[in-house]
């Protein structure tokens, strides 16, 4: 399975990045093999429809779970529909890429149901 966490840079140990349409970069891990890429969020720059572009990218890179801080709707709404998990990591810690990841296999994160942030938070 593969495995989108948002991250400040392209980086495996960077920290990790609270927003999702306007994070800087994805780490798409591989979860079997523990290989992973590092992709810039084409995204960032978008003058509107930041959580919707990022959501279409991830889902494009064959991701089935997706971590960040945030879901605003759009996002939310393109990764349901895409049948992408999503799950949250806690607010307010700075944490690692490989340390969320580790949350992740552990069953510590919480997943999300609906959107966790407003339209454009991100901005």
């Not at 140990?13 to 994070?23: C, E, H, L, Q, S």
């Not at 590092?38 to 089935?64: C, M, R, S, T, W």
């Not at 992408?84 to 919480?110: H, K, S």
Request: proline letters at 7%; glycine letters at 14%; aromatic letters at 6%.
């Amino acid at each position: 399975m593969r495995v989108a966490i948002t991250a400040v840079s392209a980086d495996l140990n960077a920290k990790v990045d609270p927003r999702f349409g306007r994070a800087a970069c994805f780490i798409v891990t591989d979860v079997e093999s523990e290989e992973w890429e590092a992709h810039p969020n084409p995204a960032i720059e978008a003058g509107g429809g930041a959580g919707v572009l990022a959501a279409q990218f991830i889902a494009d890179k064959g991701a089935g779970v997706v971590i960040s801080g945030d879901f605003g709707p759009n996002a939310h709404q393109i990764l349901a529909a895409a049948g992408i998990e999503m799950f949250v990591f806690p607010a307010g810690e700075a944490l690692t890429v490989p340390e969320v990841l580790n949350r992740y296999r552990d069953g510590q994160l919480e997943g999300v149901a609906g959107p966790t942030g407003p339209s454009r938070h991100g901005q």
